[in-house]
């Protein structure tokens, strides 16, 4: 799964995630990409088990791009623990994105099977996406 | 060269609530400009988007017609950059540059591949790098597009952006070393399945080794 090699702290403050996406908003290197519509946080689990759908439905040919990479630690404080006494530990590893971020794109295959494609792999994410091409 | 023509308006009015205001109205704003001289225009939605079959193409040159001008302030221009909405995609601004007859333009033009490249009979798979070529001429020499035969690639084969036949009246301005597109052998899906079932046991590890980096930095 993806995770960074190396943090420089292990905790980040949370932030607020207002806005649309400012960069990653157009297709860059594919023919068809999912595109999320809400803002969110796309675990590497979620990554992962997205990609997996994408290459099971391919099976043979296209190239596949991962256009997020999960670099923000989530903390969790273990179950059944009393709240205060500090900040969780680091759990997981999330993607933050906003509104209009191109997720994963998809070249060299049929146009059907890359919307299909692409489409299974939006069941494995906790936002609202939608599929765009460069032909549109 | 140019026959297709696009009707503007000019707009004296600037700022973000008027453009709003527009853009609900079923206009676009935009900016007609030249050499330092810029003009604020209006745009209708629907007769800029029948210029173009698809997506917006910065090859296309048109005629712009001012309503309510005399035909003599009539003049030709191209898209020269666009703002569209991240999420919905929607055209929110459009920069168009005039043209001037005797004076030549830089632009990008799309490149279409025809043909099914040898390789790809054989096992290979097809991948295309780049879409467009960017190319200096004269606006009467413009083309539309730029049309490249790719059936001769075989495995292991790339076409590179000098390899492409252009008339003499066009510069190319894109890297002549670019690969534009290539042939080669096809990763099959199953020896992906297999890396990610070796994967699969990682993630627990993944968490430990987390938690152990956050031990050590305490010490």
């Known amino acids: ?136 | 060269m140019a026959q297709k023509s696009l009707n503007v308006q000019l707009r004296t009015e600037t700022g973000k609530n008027i453009n709003r205001r527009l853009r609900n109205s079923g206009y676009i704003p935009a900016v007609l400009y030249s050499h330092g001289n810029t003009e604020a225009i209006t745009v209708r939605k629907k007769d800029f988007h029948s210029l173009f079959n698809g997506p917006v193409s910065e090859s296309v040159i048109f005629d712009i017609k001012f309503t309510g001008k005399s035909s003599d302030s009539d003049q030709m221009a191209f898209v020269k950059d666009y703002q569209t909405d991240p999420v919905s995609g929607e055209i929110l601004h459009i920069d168009l540059f005039k043209v001037t007859l005797g004076e030549k333009i830089h632009t990008k033009v799309p490149i279409e591949y025809i043909g099914t490249a040898k390789g790809t009979k054989v096992g290979g798979q097809f991948e295309i790098s780049e879409r467009e070529l960017e190319i200096e001429c004269m606006p009467k020499n413009l083309p539309g597009k730029i049309e490249v035969d790719i059936s001769e690639l075989d495995i292991g084969d790339a076409l590179h952006a000098k390899a492409i036949p252009l008339d003499e009246e066009i510069t190319l301005l894109t890297n002549p070393e670019t690969v534009l597109a290539s042939v080669h052998v096809i990763k099959t899906a199953k020896e992906e399945d297999v890396e990610v079932e070796e994967e699969a046991e990682v993630p627990a590890e993944e968490m430990t080794d987390l938690d152990d980096t956050a031990e050590s930095e305490k010490k």
């Open chain 1, 1 to 136: 799964m993806l995770m960074p090699k190396r943090t420089k702290y292990r905790k980040q403050q949370r932030g607020r995630m207002k806005g649309t996406a400012a960069k990653g908003a157009a297709i860059a290197f594919g023919e068809y990409a999912l595109k999320t519509l809400e803002a969110g946080k796309i675990s590497s689990r979620q990554i992962e088990s997205a990609r997996i759908a994408i290459t099971r439905k391919v099976r043979r040919g296209g190239k596949l791009w991962i256009r997020i990479f999960p670099d923000y630690p989530e903390t969790k404080k273990p179950a059944e623990t009393r709240m205060g006494k500090g900040k969780g530990n680091p759990d997981s590893w999330v993607a933050r994105i906003k509104p209009g971020k191109i997720l994963f794109e998809i070249s060299g295959i049929d146009g059907d099977l890359a919307k299909e494609a692409l489409k299974s792999a939006s069941h494995k994410l906790p936002v609202k996406t939608k599929v765009v091409s460069i032909h549109s």
